[in-house]
């Protein structure tokens, strides 16, 4: 095991040809697979602190996302979920337990219900489906900043305010650790330098996501930060009532990144989940 691959630096990624575009992941370990999907704007790296917890034990595979880290951006009409079970498929893995934050919670429940030969088990932190909804007044004053900011031509005040979802509604940015917040710009920094204003929108929906999530049966545990926004925490808890079999536990203290602010905590309850699977 190389020292990049615990990190989860740009060093050990592979590349994937999807047919439109190659798509990196990260692939280290030995053992059962687990797949981790990184939050909207970020890449694999933000996992790096779950790598030393799980390679002993499991072979991880961690994609950047389409128009994400390393990966390409879109040049036709896409669905995430897709561009991941044709990795597994590529891969030879399936069933597997898929663990997302945010984004990547999102698409791990469109692949539980567009592809659920290759799902095993889920983990999802700070998020509902991919068709959520959002009404927390927090959320629409980061939009708002956010669209001043682009409208100034303010990139760091843009940033700084996406960052925010890192603070949660009841604290301050530098109230986080600064080297999470660093990390978390570097990776946010890096996707937005991929993308242009006028780009086509690629990205196609999956539809009817929370009437079909009541078919899904695999276990699913949801892990959310505490002080993350309403809405956030309010989504993964009606995803978790809305499967066969789902459950959430708290990360007491942290915003919507738990697994980069108090990474022991986030593991112990991921490495529970984990091998109450193996019975």
Known sequence: MTESAVTGSHDDLRFFDSGHGRLAYLDAGTGEPLVLLHGGLLDHRSWADQLPALLPEYRVIAPDTRGHGASDNASRPFRPADDLADLLRHLG???????GLSMGGTIALD???EHPELVGALVISGNGTSQSEFSDPWLGELAAE?????AEGDAERWLD???RLASGPHRRLDEVGPEVVRRLKEMTRNTVAKHTPDEPQYLVPVTDTWKRLTGITVPLLAINGGIDSVDHINLAERAVRTVVNGRAVIVEGTGHYPNMERPEEFNAHL???LRALRG
């Open 93 to 99: 893995l399936g069933p597997v337990t898929v663990i």
């Open 111 to 113: 692949l539980a219900l």
């Open 271 to 273: 490495l529970d989940f």
């Open 146 to 150: 956010q669209a001043a900011a682009l």
């Open 161 to 163: 305010s996406f960052t």
